[in-house]
Each structure stands twice: as C-alpha cells, then as structure tokens.
C-alpha cells in the first residue's frame, strides 16, 4: 500500500494544483448568477485588485465531480428547502484523469452562509475499490490522505444510504486577491451533467443545465466582503443569486421521477 506522503507528493507534482491538498476549511459564500458580459466587465475591472489562482493555467480548469443521492432524495430535499444544516458528498477530480490518477471525497457541510468542507486524497481507482469493497474490508485497508475524514464519509454514506447519481462538470476560472489571502472569485462556465457513464476518467462530457450565456460567480471569503469588491459588484449590476448545481442538474435528468409541482430552478436568460 502506497503511504499518506506518497499521495501528497502524487497530488503536489500536479501543475498549479499545489495547494488543493488543503483537506479541512471553513468559509463564507455568496453567489450569483451572471451573464457573460458581467463576467467580462467584471474580470476586467477586478484585474488591480485580483491575480489568477495557482491552480491550473491562468487561473482556469476543469472540476468533474461525481454526486451521491438517497433513493429518497434526502440530499435533493435538504438543498432544495434550504434546510439551516445541509450537506453533500462528492468525488470529484480536476481536469483529464485516469484511473491511477488522484482524486478527492468532499464532504460539503453548509450551515446559513457558512461552508465547511473536509477533504481527503486518494488514487481514483483507489475511491472505486472503497464504493465497491467497504462492506468487505476494514476502513483502514483503503487507502487515503486522512482515515478520519474517511471514516467521516463512510458513516454519511451508510446513514442517508447514499449511491453515486450523476456527474456534474464545468469550467472555473478562478481569482484570488493580491492583498487579501482569505478572498477567493471564481466563476463556472459551460455547467453540464450526467447520469449515465458515472466514470470520472472518462471526462466532462454532458449536457448544459444552465444556459450557456450565464456563469455561477461565487465570492469566497473568511470573514466579509471588502467594500471595494462590494461596489465593483453592485456598479455592474450583480444580485446575490443561489443557483444550486445539484439541484438544478438533478432536475434536468430526473425530471420525471420527482414529484409534481415542484418549482425548478430559473437558470436561462429569461429566467433572471
């Protein structure tokens, strides 16, 4: 078995993608959604106060992430309803991978406007063998960065009964300010999803969920937003907006299977 510090090391040889070994934080978000000319304006008048994340090339990649869900949609429910404590699981990798490539189980935890994640590395065909063989080894036979934060995963996967669902992909650019470590922009282009071919390594195929003209900004930040940033935003015209991946994806490709009357997300032009 490989050990802890091979996985970091695997996982910091990635170009730009030194830091995203980083398995436990917590945050404030705010999100919008935005067309293409706002996120055009506002790239270029964040430019003196933001530089391109380290991650990727100039600050842009690809996130692939494959979502869990109960037969019951436990976890479509509780975003849906924007329950005060709600959490997600997901694998997720970053750009083209194979099966020996590294990936991350999430936990995403959110209470109000507070989001916690924890994390842990792990080979992808290392995250397969758990999801196919947990009910026939111990925990401690799997290999990862942190056997906490799998046993942290295991427990939330047998209490909602959770199974993998879809795959949701998209394309991030991705800001962080010169000043202020704690302030992190991005933006999600070109959001597309699944429910077939649940194979990470074969890529961020799938069809759009939201249209094509609009992006998901969110501002990530410690404490609160900077008055500066504030005024960018509201001298172009952004409104805080949750536009929620997971439910919007889920209700694309499930729309039959939920029941009626559910109000859909509102995720095209005309619908702002």
């Not at 992190?184 to 003209?213: A, Q, V």
Request: charged share 30%.
């Amino acid at each position: 078995m490989k050990s802890d510090l091979h996985l970091l090391t695997s996982a910091a040889t990635w170009k730009g993608f030194e830091n995203m070994a980083i398995e436990i934080f917590r945050r404030k978000e705010q999100k919008y959604l935005i067309t293409t000319e706002q996120y055009r304006e506002l790239i270029y008048q964040l430019s003196p106060f933001m530089r391109p994340d380290k991650f990727g090339v100039d600050g842009r990649y690809t996130v692939t992430s494959l979502y869990f869900e109960s037969p019951d949609r436990k976890i479509y429910y509780e975003t849906k309803n924007k329950l005060r404590f709600r959490q997600k699981l997901r694998l997720r990798v970053y750009n083209d991978t194979d099966r020996e490539g590294t990936a991350f189980f999430e936990i995403k935890q959110k209470h109000k406007k507070v989001v916690n994640k924890r994390r842990m590395l792990l080979p992808l065909s290392e995250a397969y063998r758990y999801l196919e063989e947990s009910e026939l080894y111990p925990l401690d036979s799997f290999e990862s960065s942190n056997p906490q934060v799998l046993r942290e995963v295991d427990y939330f996967r047998k209490l909602y009964n959770l199974e993998p669902e879809m795959v949701v992909s998209y394309d991030r650019h991705a800001l962080h300010c010169v000043d202020d470590a704690d302030l992190r922009i991005t933006f999600d282009l070109n959001l597309r999803c699944r429910n077939h071919d649940l194979l990470l390594e074969h890529g961020s195929y799938g069809e759009n969920f939201i249209d094509k003209n609009l992006v998901v900004l969110e501002v990530k930040v410690n404490d609160s937003v900077p008055l500066w940033l504030t005024r960018i935003l509201q001298r172009i015209h952004c409104e805080q907006r949750s536009a929620s991946k997971f439910c919007t994806s889920l209700e694309l490709l499930e729309t039959a299977k939920l029941p009626n009357g559910i109000e859909k997300e509102h995720v095209s032009i005309g619908g702002m």
